[in-house]
């Protein structure tokens, strides 16, 4: 038994990996679907990723999803952030996953329903990246290159 992806949306859609093979020809692409909070299926969405070592998460500014493979811990993967409602990716962070939460991403809305914009993620080199969606900010807070004596914040 397999667990397939999941991620509750603050706003109460459910994105879920792709995992119809049983009944559609393999595809080449990792796929998305996207649910209301009833259940609907809202959208179908292919990505450039291969079809397998999904995880998906986090929400990372309101409808815009972190999706990333794993393939193995020595190959330097590609994260893409997509959004859900158009079913475009809207940024590639290349040579980069999730540090935190990486194998069993919890699909828990934050507290009071608000997203992070705050995030970390991980190199090949060893290195914790943090990176603010909301402005862009990108610095090295472990690992090589990393500033010593500060601490790793949220703010």
Do not use: M
């Not at 990996?17 to 080449?28: F, L, N, V």
């Not at 952030?81 to 991403?105: C, M, N, Q, Y």
């Not at 970390?120 to 610095?139: K, L, T």
């Amino acid at each position: 038994v397999s667990a397939i992806p999941a991620l509750f949306l603050a706003d109460g859609r459910v994105v879920v990996e792709d995992r119809s093979g049983a009944s559609q020809p393999p595809s080449a692409h990792a796929r998305l679907w996207v649910f209301d909070r009833l259940g609907t299926k809202l959208t179908d969405i292919e990505l450039p990723l291969p079809p397998w070592g999904l995880s998906i998460g986090p929400e990372v500014a309101p409808g815009r999803v972190v999706v990333s493979c794993f393939r193995s811990p020595f190959l330097s993967e590609d994260t893409l952030v997509v959004d859900v409602a158009s079913g475009g990716v809207v940024d590639k962070l290349s040579g980069l996953r999730p540090a935190i939460g990486f194998w069993g991403v919890s699909s828990a809305v934050p507290a009071g329903g608000a997203v992070s914009s705050v995030q970390y993620f991980r190199d090949a080199e060893g290195r914790v990246i943090h990176i603010d969606f909301a402005n862009g900010e990108r610095r090295i807070v472990a690992g090589p290159g990393a500033p010593r004596g500060e601490r790793i914040s949220v703010r």
